[in-house]
């Protein structure tokens, strides 16, 4: 008997978080193995860096990686995530999200986006487990991408882990490397989101980022809405467990959470 997962939603920062062991973010994201009970037969992450007007599947067998960024250390950009793709399941994803009236096409040429390899490298260094990228489309809302989780809760059943990659705070206008207060409309922010996380409010995470702080904390959506697929993907009656809090540089939030049924 396969044990079910839970799914897990991480901020993944920028893309040098990679290279920086102080961090708090990075040192949880080399744990992500330890915060599910069994090692995943593939995973599938939902991506804020890969943004569609209609679902999409990455199915590539072997996806590239895509150093999606300019401006950073070289070091960066030498960095690979060799991990294969899984067709068979991206076929799977694209048959629940069609059979829940959300018509999904499969891409044969997207590889893994900053948002899919920075965590998994970390959480999963050797590689080795197929990896599915799942596009956000943040013109479709909130309830949108609840329902494309929910199509998606029977992989949990199935051994597949299901990963939502963002950010529980992101606005780069407002960020200021090495602000150690955060902004107050961040912070009330953070505490309404992890407070319906661990409830499992539905309605409030559904609205959470068309409030006033919602939307100086996500003044676009994209790196919200992996949270809400993930907060799907387990399923009806599901609440969720802080992993890590926390906000840098005025602006940006460490949230980390797993979803698990009640």
Same mark, same amino acid.
């Given at each position: $008997?396969?044990?079910?997962?839970?799914?897990?939603?991480?901020?993944?920062?920028?893309?040098?978080?990679?290279?920086?062991?102080?961090?708090?973010?990075?040192?949880?994201?080399?744990?992500?193995?330890?915060?599910?009970?069994?090692?995943? #037969?593939? %995973? /599938?992450?939902?991506?804020?860096?890969?943004?569609? !007007?209609?679902?999409?599947?990455?199915?590539?067998? #072997?996806?590239?990686?895509?150093?999606?960024?300019?401006?950073?250390?070289?070091?960066?950009? !030498?960095?690979?995530?060799?991990?294969?793709?899984?067709?068979?399941?991206?076929? &799977?994803? #694209?048959?629940?999200?069609?059979?829940?009236?959300?018509?999904?096409?499969?891409?044969?040429?997207?590889?893994?986006?900053?948002?899919?390899?920075?965590?998994?490298?970390?959480?999963?260094?050797?590689?080795? %487990?197929?990896?599915?990228?799942?596009?956000? !489309?943040?013109?479709?809302?909130?309830?949108?991408?609840?329902?494309?989780? &929910?199509?998606?809760?029977?992989?949990?059943?199935?051994?597949?882990? %299901?990963?939502?990659?963002?950010?529980?705070?992101?606005?780069?206008?407002?960020?200021?490397?090495?602000?150690?207060?955060?902004? /107050?409309?961040? #912070?009330?922010?953070?505490? $309404?989101?992890?407070?319906?996380?661990?409830?499992?409010?539905?309605?409030?995470?559904?609205?959470?980022?068309?409030?006033?702080?919602?939307? !100086?904390?996500?003044?676009?959506?994209?790196?919200?809405?992996?949270?809400?697929?993930?907060?799907?993907?387990?399923?009806?009656?599901?609440?969720?467990?802080?992993?890590? &809090?926390?906000?840098?540089?005025?602006?940006?939030?460490?949230?980390?959470?797993?979803?698990?049924?009640?």
């Amino acid at each position: $008997m396969t044990l079910r997962l839970p799914t897990l939603f991480v901020s993944h920062g920028a893309p040098t978080l990679i290279l920086e062991p102080d961090n708090p973010a990075h040192r949880l994201l080399t744990t992500l193995a330890d915060a599910v009970p069994a090692r995943p #037969k593939a %995973i /599938v992450v939902a991506t804020a860096h890969w943004t569609t !007007q209609a679902p999409r599947v990455g199915a590539a067998e #072997k996806p590239s990686v895509i150093h999606d960024f300019y401006g950073f250390p070289e070091e960066l950009f !030498q960095l690979d995530y060799p991990a294969p793709g899984d067709a068979r399941l991206a076929v &799977r994803v #694209k048959t629940l999200l069609d059979a829940a009236g959300l018509a999904a096409d499969l891409d044969l040429g997207q590889g893994l986006d900053h948002g899919v390899w920075v965590p998994l490298r970390l959480g999963w260094p050797a590689a080795d %487990i197929p990896v599915v990228p799942l596009a956000v !489309q943040p013109a479709l809302g909130a309830a949108h991408h609840i329902a494309l989780g &929910r199509a998606l809760a029977p992989l949990a059943d199935e051994g597949v882990l %299901i990963l939502g990659s963002g950010g529980a705070v992101h606005n780069l206008r407002a960020w200021r490397p090495g602000r150690t207060e955060p902004e /107050v409309w961040a #912070k009330r922010f953070d505490d $309404m989101l992890t407070a319906a996380v661990e409830s499992g409010d539905e309605a409030t995470l559904s609205a959470l980022a068309q409030t006033a702080e919602g939307r !100086q904390s996500h003044p676009t959506d994209e790196h919200y809405l992996p949270l809400l697929v993930a907060f799907g993907a387990a399923g009806r009656g599901a609440t969720g467990q802080t992993l890590l &809090r926390g906000l840098i540089d005025g602006s940006l939030g460490l949230g980390c959470y797993r979803f698990v049924q009640r």
